[in-house]
């Protein structure tokens, strides 16, 4: 069983909202940036139908479109129609339970696949895509939200892809992961690319060092580093009723460091003790060392220990850390160091220097005088080496989602530019979607809408 912390309240920022709608006109507060054009698409989970049991990682996923032109705004949202939904759709009922298994009096026609294709969504090589780490990708289209089903690349791609592929700001390659290769809860990892056509040039698998939950994963300009931690996947547990996946610290962590120009053959592994990461801000190369700032915390929230005993929900608590790989070391181990000690998730960079040294990021933090797990209340700004220069804070009850950082124009100096972030205000059940000045969070947004 997953820990009580991810199931949704049915009036909580993570309840479901039940229909399509669109809405243009919207009315904004301050004023949208004339140079901000274009169209930020988000997902998320929200389950078709409510279950107060359900996880919030396995909700059906619903796609939102912002459309800002000219100082105006409109909405779109549309759930994303995957096999799963489709059957649960025309049944009138849930179909699928814990992990997005069939339930058992589910009828024999329902497909076997869970996805909900609610994680994350990308635009590459022309194709719009919604992202969850157990499928393939599923293209949508782009305007209507109209779902275009899964898209294999012409079958190159066979089993999960990442829900957090990079892209590479210079070729334009797109380079992605996934892990249960081999099938549920095994430890066969896939690696592979896309070129800025489509294209894909590799697609490869190797054994990670034991089965896991691996949601990131780390690319420099010229290496790929793959990060296993004590999320453990043991289908030995799922077959005696216990959590298939939980945290053991005793497996250590494992840091899988290959040359973009090698194979995974290549995979050199660097050693340390427990910790968990959900999300990468960005790494670089510096000499012979490869850099990482990732979000890191003690102990993997939202998860239970094998035998069902809660994490603490302290050591959940993640925050900015800096790993450093010395690749002509004589040592298989790694350093690491907290940058800052309030809590946060979802880093975002100027995508721009991703995979290069960066001088500017930013993450969604808890406030630090009421840090409750998971809910995320404010905005951090980071300097290059981890140093907070902004902070902006949301008034009591309201949350925010993960930033996204929009240059004023393509050639614009680093962090010139705006944060887009969606806030919910808890006192009145409706949201924001916030722009701020990248520069200079903490003088607040310069338009909601």
Same mark, same amino acid.
């Given at each position: 069983m997953l820990q009580p912390t991810g199931i949704p309240d049915a009036c909580d920022n993570l309840a479901p909202i039940p229909m399509e709608c669109d809405a243009p006109n919207l009315p904004i507060k301050g004023e949208l940036p004339r140079e901000l054009n274009g169209t930020l698409y988000r997902n998320g989970a929200n389950p078709q139908f409510f279950s107060p049991r359900a996880h919030w990682f396995f909700g059906d996923g619903m796609l939102h479109a912002f459309h800002l032109e000219n100082g105006r705004a409109s909405y779109r949202n549309r759930w994303v129609r995957t096999p799963k939904w489709l059957a649960e759709h025309e049944a009138g009922r849930p179909l699928y339970g814990e992990y997005n298994l069939k339930l058992p009096d589910s009828p024999a026609s329902a497909p076997d696949d869970g996805g909900v294709a609610n994680t994350n969504i990308v635009f590459h090589a022309g194709k719009l895509l919604a992202l969850e780490e157990a499928h393939l990708p599923t293209e949508i289209e782009p305007g209507t939200l109209a779902t275009r089903g899964y898209h294999s690349y012409g079958g190159a791609l066979k089993g999960p892809f990442t829900a957090h592929p990079k892209i590479d700001p210079v070729t334009g390659e797109m380079l992605f992961f996934g892990y249960n290769a081999d099938g549920p809860l095994k430890r066969t990892m896939s690696f592979g690319a896309i070129d800025a056509s489509g294209r894909v040039t590799r697609y490869e698998r190797f054994k990670a060092p034991y089965a896991a939950m691996v949601h990131d994963f780390i690319v420099t300009e010229h290496h790929v580093l793959f990060p296993i931690l004590p999320l453990t996947g043991s289908i030995w547990r799922a077959m005696r009723g216990r959590p298939p996946y939980a945290w053991d610290p005793r497996k250590g962590s494992w840091i899988g460091v290959?040359?973009?120009? /090698?194979? @995974?053959?290549?995979?050199?592994?660097?050693?340390?003790?427990?910790?968990f990461v959900f999300h990468v801000m960005n790494a670089w190369e510096d000499g012979t060392k490869?850099?990482?700032d990732v979000m890191q915390s003690e102990e993997a929230p939202l998860f239970t220990h094998p035998d069902?005993?809660?994490t603490d929900p302290e050591k959940g608590r993640a925050r900015l850390c800096r790993w450093s790989f010395d690749l002509a070391g004589n040592t298989n181990g790694f350093s690491r160091t907290y940058l800052d000690d309030i809590s946060g998730e979802f880093p975002r960079i100027d995508e721009r220097r991703a995979g290069l040294r960066s001088r500017h990021g930013w993450y969604a933090c808890a406030n630090p005088e009421t840090p409750t797990l998971g809910q995320l209340s404010g905005l951090v700004h980071v300097d290059g080496d981890g140093q907070r220069c902004g902070r902006y804070l949301l008034s009591p /009850?309201? @949350?925010i989602g993960e930033p996204v950082f929009v240059p004023r124009s393509p050639d614009a100096a680093e962090a010139d530019g705006w944060l887009l972030a969606v806030v919910w205000r808890g006192c009145e059940n409706r949201s924001d979607l916030a722009v701020f000045a990248a520069g200079d969070?903490?003088?607040?947004?310069v338009a909601l809408v």
């Open positions: 290959m040359k973009r120009s /090698g194979t @995974t053959r290549d995979i050199r592994w660097f050693r340390g003790e427990a910790c490869i850099i990482a069902g005993r809660r /009850g309201d @949350t969070i903490a003088a607040g947004p």
